[in-house]
């Protein structure tokens, strides 16, 4: 059972490039979410979904896009990198009156 | 903004030593959750506490809830060098379904 899983695990990208983080869970789990930890600071919700085709803003969405076609992908696009984006990506998923899963982060660095 | 705010930020102790880790939080809660993470690695679940609750343990966890003060703490007896990392205390996020909302955490280290 691999949990939750996020690829790449480190990135580096130039100024206005894109990129696409990747989060699977293969838990059947309904509820996933995106998180930003920035140095000194807690993780906040970027974007999270409820199920397939369905998605909502969190704390800190700007910047961000996410869609959901399948239960098990969720993936979190940044359109145009900016160096304020510089951060650990943390993609957790839940089942009903579970608690969060996390996978293990995806490290990026916007030069 | 966020919600919950740990103290200390850093904790520094012998092993076999007792921690305490103390959070502190802004609006009402359902529940309030605790983390932990290793160096390099996502956050793992350790304890959840619902606010009709004051105490709840987990092995060598010991978790209280103070809805009148917003406060919580997490203790952790008899430690190890294992339970060096980070611990987070977490509460819903008002706007985000099941999100959470994190504070800035403390960052436990075991002496060997």
């Not at chain 1, 293969?26 to 930003?36: A, F, L, Q």
């Not at chain 1, 951060?87 to 089942?95: D, I, P």
């Not at chain 2, 290793?38 to 793992?44: D, E, F, H, Q």
């Not at chain 2, 706007?95 to 955490?105: R, Y």
Request: proline share 4%.
């Amino acid at each position: 059972n691999a949990g939750v899983t996020q690829t790449p695990k480190f990135q580096v990208l130039k100024t206005g490039q894109s990129m696409t983080l990747q989060c699977a869970q293969d838990m059947n789990h309904e509820y996933m979410s995106w998180y930003r930890q920035d140095p000194g600071m807690g993780l906040r919700l970027i974007h999270y979904s409820v199920g397939a085709g369905i998605t909502d803003q969190g704390e800190v969405p700007n910047g961000y896009n996410v869609s959901r076609s399948t239960t098990e992908d969720f993936p979190l696009r940044l359109l145009s990198a900016a160096p304020s984006q510089t951060s650990v990506y943390f993609c957790a998923s839940k089942g009903p009156n579970q608690p969060q899963h996390f996978g293990d982060g995806t490290r990026l660095s916007i030069l | 903004s966020q919600q919950g705010e740990e103290d200390p930020q850093a904790l520094s102790i012998q092993e076999g030593e007792n921690a305490t880790m103390n959070c502190s939080y802004k609006t009402s809660i359902n529940n309030l959750q605790w983390y932990r993470q290793n160096s390099g690695r996502g956050l793992v679940h350790l304890i959840l506490i619902r606010s009709n609750e004051r105490e709840k343990h987990s092995g060598r966890l010991r978790v209280t809830l103070d809805t009148s003060k917003k406060s919580s703490s997490l203790l952790i007896t008899a430690s190890r060098a294992a339970d060096t990392a980070s611990y987070f205390c977490a509460t819903v996020y008002g706007g985000g379904a099941d999100g959470l909302t994190f504070g800035k955490g403390t960052h436990l280290i075991i002496q060997p």
